[in-house]
């Protein structure tokens, strides 16, 4: 099925709002998962679309998700629900929320030659 450029910025819009494809999918007229999957992967305007809308979506779960645990009345299940959004908001946009690591190195490395190494040199 063909959908019109409506319909993808349609998708793009209620992704950008935080609504995961698995929402999307099934509200009346909108595409199913595969199709929104491959117009991600088509690597077009529309994929960039997309993929800035899904950037923005992990920026509104993330607040509502802050919102949410602020005001949680039942502090396991706001941290649950916490932790899972800060989950997906880490896969889905990890140069934000991923995890960062950094490696440090200190020193330096020497060689020190001995006579029987000389010849080597």
Request: hydrophobic content about 40%; charged content about 25%; proline content about 2%.
């Amino acid at each position: 099925m063909t959908y019109p450029q409506s319909t993808i910025d349609k998708v793009c819009e209620l992704l950008a709002q935080g609504l995961a494809i698995l929402d999307i999918e099934e509200m009346e007229g909108m595409p199913n998962r595969s199709t929104i999957c491959r117009w991600e992967d088509a690597g077009d305007e529309n994929a960039a679309s997309i993929a800035r809308a899904r950037l923005a979506g992990s920026d509104a779960r993330v607040e509502a998700a802050v919102r949410r645990a602020q005001t949680a009345t039942d502090a396991g299940l706001g941290r649950l629900a916490f932790d899972a959004e800060r989950w997906y908001a880490s896969k889905v946009n990890s140069k934000r929320y991923g995890d960062k690591q950094q490696v440090e190195h200190s020193g330096g490395v020497s060689f020190n030659a001995t006579p029987a190494d000389e010849g080597i040199l």
